[in-house]
């Protein structure tokens, strides 16, 4: 499937890398690629001239930082989105090194932890992920983080533009070895959260609409206590609700199914459930054809991909992105250059420093169709649904605001079409539940979609 192209690295040395970004930095309207580095420097990567080029200034490098994941989202309304930086300067528990959480205003970055008036909200937990969450559907957004030995935090804004941790008054304050997030309107009609646990049962929050949650993980059957679940995905397998693809830290990997019910029950194929280093999952249509593929990223052991073939999941090929010596510890899919199929970055880490890989996929002649829903305020809206009917079938995906495990994809509904090449509808349902309509739009573009005015 994957052909690697790397080369168009510019610069591309041996590093310790986690979570990889994908989000609009310099606000000229295309994504960078914002990279993690642990005791180096995070990498903003942006497509100039046919290679990607590093343009981080110093404070968003934070050479001296132990970056583990940088989430984006607009948390002040301004249409920018906001960068969270986690740092964990130890594996578990209380950690020396404090979080960042990077505004711009102009052309200039400001961190707003270091700010006398959030003094208070410094982030003193190890962790691992973060996600972005707008539990109320308003438009603006708080970072959920998944800590290692501590409370789950939320940070949001005050309407005094104050700091301050909302995890408590939200009910999703508990403790666990918090490793892969999502958050998404998965079993209600605004944003749920899923949390994978290394240390016990996962988390099943649903939001009862007014931004207060229940956690459900048992009785929906997705607590999987016996494994160290670490990455999640979502996708929808069915044409029904959302499904969870679960990967473990050697142990089996899980296709959580949603049934019409609310319970999950687990359809991963023999092959597709076999135990390993699962360090990140990705759900995604790599060659158009209208079906999602299943990416494992593992450390230090063969990548594995799955594809929905003759009705049903079969093993791929991964071509060059087979890595079976890769310390994987990060994975994004955006659509770098512009030319309707996705790329997959793949970042390393965990003890061995290695280079970043980068791979495409050969060209096809299948259509496809690319969706970018924004708030109200302009930003990228993660967490909206965007459904996509073409041929008579409907495809869903959600707009990400974090998955896989420490990482954060493109915030665009990518959309394959197989042989077709005409869109009959796309369907963009925001968090807070307004949806709009497209009828016969053009296929083969982006197509930007502003929330309705009233
Ligand atoms: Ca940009
Ligand atoms: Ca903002
Ligand atoms: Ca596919
Ligand atoms: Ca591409």
Not at 237 to 254: H, I, K, M, S, Y
Request: aromatic share 8%; charged share 25%; glycine share 14%.
């Amino acid at each position: 499937m994957f052909l690697d192209c790397s080369r168009l690295i510019v610069d591309n040395q041996p590093r310790l890398s986690n979570g990889i970004a994908v989000t609009d930095v310099d606000g000229d309207g295309a994504f960078e690629l914002v990279v993690t580095g642990y005791g180096t420097n995070n990498l903003i990567l942006k497509w100039d001239d046919g290679r990607l080029v590093d343009i981080a200034s110093p404070l968003l490098a934070d050479a001296a930082g132990c970056t583990v994941a940088i989430t984006a989202a607009d948390v002040d309304g301004d249409g920018r989105e906001e960068l969270y930086v986690l740092n964990s300067d130890c594996a578990s528990g209380p950690k020396e090194m404090g979080d960042r959480l990077f505004a711009c205003f102009g052309k200039h970055w400001i961190d707003l932890l270091a700010q006398p008036e959030n003094a208070g909200m410094a982030n003193r937990v190890a962790g691992r992920s973060v996600v972005a969450m707008d539990r109320h559907g308003h438009g603006r957004y708080g970072f959920v983080v998944a800590a290692d030995g501590g409370p789950f935090r939320l940070f949001e804004l005050s309407r005094r533009g104050r700091l301050e941790d909302a995890a408590e008054d939200a009910g999703i304050d508990l403790i666990a070895a918090g490793r892969g997030l999502v958050c998404l309107p998965f079993l209600s009609d605004r944003m749920d959260l899923f949390a994978c646990n290394e240390g016990g049962p996962n988390f099943l929050f649903r939001n009862l609409g007014d931004g207060n949650f229940e956690e459900i993980a048992e009785e929906r059957g997705v607590a999987d206590s016996r494994f160290a679940g670490r990455a999640v995905a979502t996708l929808d397998t069915d044409g029904g609700a959302f499904d969870l693809l679960v990967g473990t830290w050697e142990g089996p990997q899980r296709l959580f199914r949603q049934r019409s019910g609310g319970g999950f029950v687990d359809e991963a194929t023999g092959e597709m459930s076999m135990p390993g280093r699962v360090s990140t999952v990705i759900a995604a249509d790599f060659d158009n054809d209208g079906y999602e593929e299943l990416f494992f990223n593992l450390h230090g052991e063969p990548n594995r991909l799955f594809g929905w073939r003759h009705d049903e999941w079969q093993p791929i090929e991964l071509g060059d992105a087979l890595e079976p010596k890769g310390n994987g510890t990060g994975a994004v899919v955006a659509d770098i250059d512009g030319d309707g199929r996705l790329e997959l970055l793949v970042a390393h880490g965990g003890g061995a420093a290695q280079p970043l890989s980068l791979y495409r996929t050969a060209a096809t002649s299948n259509g496809w169709v690319r969706v970018l829903p924004l708030t109200p305020y302009g930003a990228p809206a993660r967490g909206a649904v965007v459904s996509c009917t073409a041929g008579g079938r409907r495809q869903r995906r959600a707009i990400c605001g974090g998955s896989g495990y420490l990482c954060q994809m493109e915030p665009v509904a990518h959309f394959g079409l197989g042989p077709l090449h005409a869109v009959e509808q796309i369907e963009v349902r925001w968090p807070d539940g307004t949806i709009a309509i497209i009828d016969n739009p053009p296929a083969g573009r982006v197509l930007t979609v502003p929330y309705p005015p009233e």
